[in-house]
């Protein structure tokens, strides 16, 4: 009989996010504004081993809620509307905060 365990495929199965409270990366207030846990789940995300497939996985489905890959909703758009004008890929673009900020970045700013 085989004990050991077997590897899990599934990236969300390997998340950093998979023992926390799911409410902490579902992080918006009643009216909208970002709650000040947003921070705390950026930071798991960051650190995370699976953000690329997160990220890249909510920017393809068009996730509309919550914290993905250490993006929120509203950056997610952002980086949506970056591909679709560039034919960039997620994956080219690991630096979400860059790609969240186009501007900033063309400007030669970091």
Do not use: N
Not at 18 to 39: Q, V, Y
């Amino acid at each position: 009989m085989d004990t050991e365990p077997r590897p899990t495929l599934h990236w969300a199965d390997r998340g950093a996010c998979r023992d926390s409270d799911p409410d902490l990366f579902f992080p918006l207030t009643w009216d909208g504004r970002p709650a000040p846990h947003t921070a705390m789940a950026r930071r798991i995300c960051l650190s995370c081993p699976v953000r690329l497939p997160c990220l890249t996985w909510a920017v393809e489905t068009g996730e509309p809620d919550g914290m993905w890959g250490g993006t929120t909703p509203d950056e997610r758009r952002r980086i949506r509307s970056t591909r679709l004008k560039h034919s960039y890929e997620v994956e080219d673009h690991a630096d979400w905060q860059v790609m969240s900020r186009p501007h900033k970045h063309h400007m030669g700013r970091k």
